[in-house]
């Protein structure tokens, strides 16, 4: 079935049979926010790290179906999220149009031929999704294996973020080389981002024909550029992506997601995306009325706080009456009656702090058209029993009785 076909095929469903995210994604109305976590599959998890030790290789990991099934697996079958994730990377396609690369254990991604010249585009090509067929076997084996209980997520990196590993060679923490060829390669720059527009658009609708309900673009280092740069060097290849997977998968939403993202809030609304990433340096109120009611909006509770000691607790329960004017005893109860059969004090506390963030990003995003996930990707060594939380706490939650007024303009939390 092409993804025309499933298309029509979608339409003649009804809405209640798509899964939660892809109908908060859509703003139709959802019961509670559905929840899933960036990086949910991955080094924090125990059963992830003992099958990484028989497998080093991370390439071989991502790109071999059985593993990236069983890893993409591991977070579904331990805290039944409702979105699966691919197991992979943004890097993945490079090979299928005429970029290899390499991972290393120290410096991470590695690409020894650079394209900062006109005679390095020439080793680029029309993407070959043959050479990607894990990737969509991996996808049809998801989506049957959780059928319509999850979403099944794929994604794709921004043109700008891949160039970014392709003209550097690799990850940087200044930009400089890709930064000075706006001005010293302009044309050279706009080939390659022009090349890789069409090249992950057609990827996407590969990933869209193999499964994945919903795709999120990580435009990571996005937010490297300025607001007025990023309007010339990057918001035109996201849109210009959206558009093309729009004509073919008018119904599958997209979101959009840039670490840093703050200031670039309004101009993101205007690449056409379904929903908008919002990381956790962005207040979800603020978020939330910069963007309006007509977007959705994903995030954004910080990852750290599930590291977050007593201290931090109480300076947020001190903080929150002054900004939400709810009183801070009836939280302390809601969160406590979630917690009360957690064996460790401590631990609990800890659980406060998150539960609590929790709830007021929820609060603050309102009943319709809200993706709850992180800020960004779950940190190494998070416990496992607080991402358990995070999902128990999602699905413990009813619009119905959670807000007083059902819209999204003023929520009001009743506890």
Same mark, same amino acid.
């Given at each position: 079935?092409?993804?025309?076909?499933?298309?029509? @095929?979608?339409?003649?469903?009804?809405?209640? @049979?798509?899964?939660?995210? &892809?109908?908060?994604?859509?703003?139709?109305?959802?019961?509670?926010?559905?929840a899933?976590?960036?990086?949910?599959?991955?080094?924090?998890?125990?059963? $992830?790290?003992?099958?990484?030790?028989? $497998?080093?290789?991370?390439?071989?990991?991502?790109?071999?179906?059985?593993?990236?099934v069983?890893?993409?697996?591991?977070?579904?079958?331990?805290?039944?999220?409702?979105?699966?994730?691919?197991?992979?990377?943004?890097?993945?396609?490079?090979?299928?149009?005429?970029?290899?690369?390499?991972?290393?254990? &120290?410096?991470g991604? &590695?690409i020894?031929s650079p394209?900062r010249?006109?005679?390095?585009?020439?080793?680029?090509?029309?993407?070959?999704?043959?050479?990607?067929?894990?990737?969509?076997?991996?996808?049809?084996?998801?989506?049957q294996?959780?059928?319509?209980?999850?979403?099944? +997520?794929?994604?794709?990196?921004?043109?700008?973020?891949?160039?970014?590993?392709?003209?550097?060679?690799?990850?940087?923490?200044?930009?400089?080389?890709i930064?000075?060829?706006?001005?010293?390669?302009?044309?050279?720059?706009?080939?390659?981002?022009?090349? +890789?527009?069409?090249?992950?658009?057609?990827?996407?609708? $590969?990933?869209?024909?193999?499964?994945a309900?919903?795709?999120?673009?990580?435009?990571?280092?996005?937010?490297?550029?300025?607001?007025?740069?990023?309007?010339?060097w990057?918001?035109? $290849?996201?849109?210009?992506?959206?558009?093309?997977?729009?004509?073919?998968?008018? !119904?599958?939403?997209?979101?959009?997601?840039?670490?840093?993202?703050?200031?670039?809030?309004?101009?993101?609304?205007?690449?056409?995306?379904?929903?908008?990433?919002?990381?956790?340096t962005?207040?979800?109120?603020?978020?939330?009325?910069?963007?309006?009611?007509?977007?959705?909006?994903?995030?954004? #509770?910080?990852?750290?706080y599930?590291?977050?000691? +007593?201290?931090? +607790?109480?300076?947020?329960?001190?903080? !929150?009456?002054? !900004?939400?004017?709810?009183?801070?005893?009836?939280?302390?109860?809601?969160v406590? =009656?979630?917690?009360?059969?957690?064996?460790?004090?401590?631990?609990?506390?800890?659980?406060?702090?998150?539960?609590?963030?929790?709830?007021?990003? #929820?609060?603050? =995003?309102?009943?319709?058209?809200?993706?709850?996930?992180?800020?960004?990707?779950?940190?190494?060594?998070?416990?496992?029993?607080? #991402?358990?939380?995070?999902?128990?706490?999602?699905?413990s939650?009813?619009?119905?009785?959670?807000?007083?007024?059902?819209?999204?303009?003023?929520?009001?939390? #009743?506890?």
């Amino acid at each position: 079935m092409n993804c025309e076909t499933s298309s029509i @095929h979608i339409l003649l469903v009804r809405a209640d @049979h798509y899964p939660l995210l &892809v109908k908060a994604a859509r703003g139709d109305p959802v019961s509670r926010p559905p929840a899933w976590m960036m990086r949910q599959a991955g080094r924090y998890m125990a059963v $992830y790290k003992k099958l990484a030790e028989k $497998y080093p290789s991370f390439r071989e990991r991502s790109e071999t179906t059985d593993l990236i099934v069983e890893i993409s697996l591991q977070p579904w079958k331990a805290f039944r999220p409702d979105g699966v994730i691919i197991f992979s990377d943004i890097l993945t396609p490079l090979p299928a149009f005429g970029i290899e690369f390499d991972i290393e254990e &120290v410096r991470g991604p &590695v690409i020894q031929s650079p394209i900062r010249s006109e005679e390095g585009l020439k080793t680029l090509h029309p993407i070959d999704l043959d050479r990607l067929q894990f990737v969509g076997e991996s996808l049809k084996l998801l989506h049957q294996e959780v059928g319509g209980h999850a979403a099944v +997520l794929g994604f794709v990196g921004a043109p700008w973020t891949l160039a970014t590993y392709i003209v550097e060679g690799g990850t940087t923490r200044t930009y400089t080389t890709i930064k000075s060829m706006c001005h010293t390669a302009p044309q050279v720059l706009r080939t390659l981002l022009s090349h +890789l527009t069409q090249a992950i658009a057609d990827y996407i609708v $590969y990933q869209v024909e193999s499964g994945a309900h919903c795709i999120q673009i990580f435009d990571s280092w996005g937010g490297q550029l300025p607001p007025d740069m990023w309007e010339r060097w990057s918001k035109p $290849y996201i849109k210009e992506i959206v558009n093309l997977v729009k004509k073919k998968c008018p !119904e599958t939403p997209i979101v959009l997601y840039i670490n840093g993202n703050g200031g670039l809030l309004e101009r993101m609304i205007e690449t056409g995306v379904d929903v908008i990433g919002l990381d956790w340096t962005v207040d979800m109120a603020d978020g939330r009325r910069r963007l309006g009611s007509g977007i959705g909006v994903q995030g954004n #509770v910080d990852p750290a706080y599930l590291f977050s000691p +007593l201290p931090a +607790l109480t300076e947020e329960i001190q903080r !929150e009456p002054r !900004e939400g004017g709810m009183g801070k005893r009836c939280y302390i109860r809601g969160v406590e =009656a979630l917690t009360l059969d957690l064996p460790s004090k401590m631990f609990r506390l800890h659980l406060f702090l998150f539960m609590f963030q929790c709830l007021r990003v #929820v609060r603050c =995003a309102g009943p319709r058209r809200h993706i709850l996930n992180l800020g960004h990707g779950v940190l190494v060594g998070t416990p496992e029993e607080a #991402v358990a939380h995070f999902f128990e706490v999602a699905r413990s939650l009813n619009f119905d009785t959670f807000f007083q007024n059902q819209t999204a303009k003023d929520p009001k939390l #009743v506890v």
